[in-house]
C-alpha cells in the first residue's frame, strides 16, 4: 500500500500551498497555509507533532515539513506534493523564457526587411508592442504579422480588387475583408506610412486601400512619363513614343502597363516626386528630353509597376524627392517597391540648398542616411523639389549614365 496516498485529505491545502510555492522557481523556506478550517487544522497539528491548533493561517517550515514526511511515509515534501498534486514548475523560469520569446519575436519584427526599408513603419511596430501577444501566443501574434507583411510587401498594388488581391497574396479571397486581424493590422501601417490619421468608417478605410493601389478597375492608377522610349509592339511604347515625338508627357494607366509586353528598356531613368519637375523638363529639352518618370507624390500602383518593369529590364532608377516629412517618406517607399537608388537626396544635398521654406512636418529616418531626418527637424525648413531642379537637369545632361562621372546614387 502506498503511504503517501493513505495521508489524510484534510491536508490537501498543505499540498497545494507548498506545490505553488516550490513551482515559483524561488527559494523556498516557509510557507503559509490557509485558510484552514477545524479539521484541516487538526490534520496539521496531528501531522506536525504540535502541542495546539495551527490556527485560520500559519507558516510551516519546508526543512520541518520535509523531516516529517521522510519519517512518515519515506519521501521529502517535493516528492509528495508533485504526486499529489502535479509535476512540479518554475514560474521564474517560465516567465525568463517566455520574456526572452517575446523579445526575440519584437527585434524579428523591427529587424524586418518590410520594416528596414520604410523606417515610418517604426511608429506601427511599436503600436503592436504597446498591444502586446495576440490571443497571449507568440506564434499566433508572429503568424498575423507575417502575413500582414507579405501584403505591405506587395502594396501598392495594380489596381485590382481586393478580394483578387487577397486570394494572390494569401491564398483566400476574404483575408482582408473589413475588420479581419489582418485588414486591420494592414491599414494601421498604412496610415503609418501615408501619415494620415487612421480611417473612422467603411468609406475612410475603401480610400486608404485605394491609396494603396486597391481599386475596381484599372483606368484610374496612372503615371507620367517624358522623355522614356520602350521598344517594341506594345500599346506603351506606341504611345511613348507618339508623346516623345510631340515633345509631351504621356500618361500610362495600369491597364495598359499590363498590356505590354516590355522587353527592352533604357539604361538609366530618372525618377520625380513632382510633375512640374517634368514639366520644366519637357520646356527646356523638348523632344530631346532625357527619360523621367513622375511618381506625382505618393507612388500610384501604375507608377510602381512602370517602375518594377523597367528594373526588371535592367534599368538602373535614380529618385529624387522633395525634401520634407511626406517627401523622406515617398521616397524610402519608391527605393523599398522599385530598388531606385535615392539621388542627391543627403544630408550634405539638404543643407546646401535649405533656405526659407514651409515647415518640413513630422520627419522619419530613411535607411540611406540616418542624419537626414534630425537635419529636417533641426532646420524646420522643406526644400521643394523645384528649387534644384534646373542643378538635377544639368547633371543629368552633363553626365551622360554611359560615361565616367555619371550622376551618382546620393552624390
Excluded at 519575436?105 to 520594416?115: A, E, K, N, S, T
Excluded at 483606368?219 to 508623346?243: E, K, M
Amino acid at each position: 500500500m502506498d503511504p503517501v496516498g493513505q495521508l489524510p485529505a484534510a491536508l490537501a491545502p498543505v499540498w497545494q500551498a507548498v506545490h505553488a510555492r516550490l513551482s515559483s522557481g524561488l527559494p523556498v523556506s516557509r510557507v503559509r497555509v490557509g485558510p484552514l478550517d477545524s479539521e484541516q487544522q487538526t490534520a496539521v497539528a496531528d501531522l506536525l507533532g504540535l502541542a495546539q491548533f495551527p490556527g485560520e493561517y500559519t507558516n510551516i517550515a519546508l526543512a520541518r515539513l520535509d523531516e516529517t514526511l521522510r519519517e512518515a511515509v519515506g519521501a521529502g515534501a517535493r516528492e509528495v506534493v508533485a504526486r499529489l498534486v502535479g509535476p512540479i514548475g518554475n514560474r521564474a523560469e517560465d516567465r525568463r523564457t517566455a520574456a526572452e520569446a517575446r523579445a526575440g519575436l519584437w527585434d524579428w519584427l523591427d529587424g524586418h526587411p518590410v520594416v528596414t526599408a520604410q523606417p515610418a513603419l517604426r511608429s506601427w511596430t511599436a503600436g503592436i508592442r504597446r498591444a502586446g501577444l495576440i490571443e497571449s501566443s507568440i506564434e499566433r501574434t508572429r503568424l498575423e504579422l507575417e502575413r500582414a507583411l507579405r501584403v505591405l510587401s506587395e502594396l501598392p498594388a495594380t489596381g485590382v480588387p481586393l478580394p483578387v488581391f487577397a486570394d494572390s497574396v494569401l491564398d483566400a479571397t476574404h483575408a482582408l475583408d473589413d475588420g479581419t486581424r489582418t485588414a486591420n493590422l494592414v491599414l494601421k501601417a498604412l496610415t503609418a506610412i501615408y501619415d494620415v490619421p487612421p480611417p473612422a468608417d467603411a468609406p475612410e478605410r475603401r480610400a486608404l486601400w485605394e491609396r494603396a493601389g486597391i481599386a475596381d478597375d484599372e483606368l484610374s492608377s496612372t503615371v507620367l512619363a517624358a522623355g522614356l522610349r520602350l521598344p517594341g509592339d506594345h500599346v506603351v511604347g506606341r504611345i511613348l513614343d507618339a508623346c516623345g515625338d510631340a515633345g509631351t508627357a504621356a500618361v500610362l494607366t495600369s491597364q495598359q502597363l499590363r498590356g505590354s509586353r516590355l522587353t527592352a528598356a533604357p539604361s538609366a531613368v530618372w525618377v520625380f516626386e513632382n510633375p512640374s519637375v517634368l514639366a520644366l523638363a519637357l520646356a527646356r529639352f523638348g523632344r530631346s528630353c532625357p527619360p523621367l518618370v513622375c511618381t506625382s507624390g505618393w507612388p500610384s500602383s501604375a507608377g510602381v509597376a512602370l517602375l518594377k518593369q523597367l528594373a526588371k529590364l535592367g534599368t538602373v532608377l535614380y529618385y529624387h524627392g522633395d525634401f520634407d516629412g511626406d517627401g523622406l517618406r515617398i521616397a524610402a517607399n519608391v527605393v523599398a517597391r522599385t530598388g531606385a537608388k535615392p539621388w542627391r537626396m543627403t544630408s550634405a544635398d539638404y543643407l546646401a540648398a535649405v533656405a526659407d521654406g514651409p515647415p518640413t512636418g513630422r520627419a522619419t529616418p530613411v535607411p540611406w542616411d540616418p542624419e537626414l531626418a534630425n537635419h529636417l527637424a533641426e532646420q524646420g525648413k522643406t526644400v521643394p523639389e523645384e528649387r534644384v531642379a534646373d542643378r538635377l537637369l544639368d547633371e543629368i545632361i552633363e553626365h551622360p549614365i554611359s560615361q565616367p562621372g555619371a550622376p551618382r546614387p546620393n552624390g
